[in-house]
């Protein structure tokens, strides 16, 4: 699909607010509302826009503790490392998973209500999912960005 200028201008809008009415949209970007919800529908089906949320405030949610956790997994056993991936997906306080080259094999990112609750997060779930040999966990001091809307430059 080729986007054009103003299919950017939507993608930006909606990545920012994506509870903007299409009416509001519209005029943000200077259409009428039937051909701007057309173009969105069209970027939705293209796959660009994948999905709508909320984004909730992690501290307003009693969700204090944010850690970034480096796993090492034993990679001698692919049963037990796909054990563990299926293991991150079913815990909750683990809002983000990536595999990752160097060192560790995977960073995870974790949420909970305080140390206390990492603790056990970490000694009866988190040591305790298949494969896992190592860990390293750092904690976020203060947040200077966090973004989830993504530069729009690189699209053609």
Avoid: W
Avoid at 58 to 63: D, S
Avoid at 77 to 90: H, I, Q, S, W, Y
Avoid at 120 to 127: A, G, H, N, P, Q
């Amino acid at each position: 699909m080729k986007l054009t200028r103003t299919d950017k201008k939507i993608l930006d809008v909606l990545q920012r607010d994506s509870g903007v009415t299409n009416v509001e949209l519209a005029d943000r970007v200077g259409l009428s509302p039937s051909p701007c919800l057309r173009r969105v529908k069209q970027l939705e089906a293209a796959g660009l826009i994948s999905g709508y949320v909320a984004l909730l405030d992690r501290r307003k949610a009693r969700l204090d503790l944010l850690a970034y956790v480096e796993v090492a997994v034993d990679r001698h056993n692919e049963a037990a490392a796909e054990a563990f991936k299926e293991a991150v997906l079913r815990e909750p306080m683990v809002v983000g998973c990536h595999a990752m080259t160097g060192s560790y094999d995977y960073l995870l990112r974790v949420v909970a209500p305080n140390l206390d609750a990492y603790a056990e997060f970490t000694m009866k779930r988190l040591l305790k999912m298949p494969a896992v040999k190592d860990i390293q966990s750092s904690f976020v001091l203060e947040t200077i960005k966090d973004s989830t809307a993504l530069p729009l430059d690189y699209l053609e």
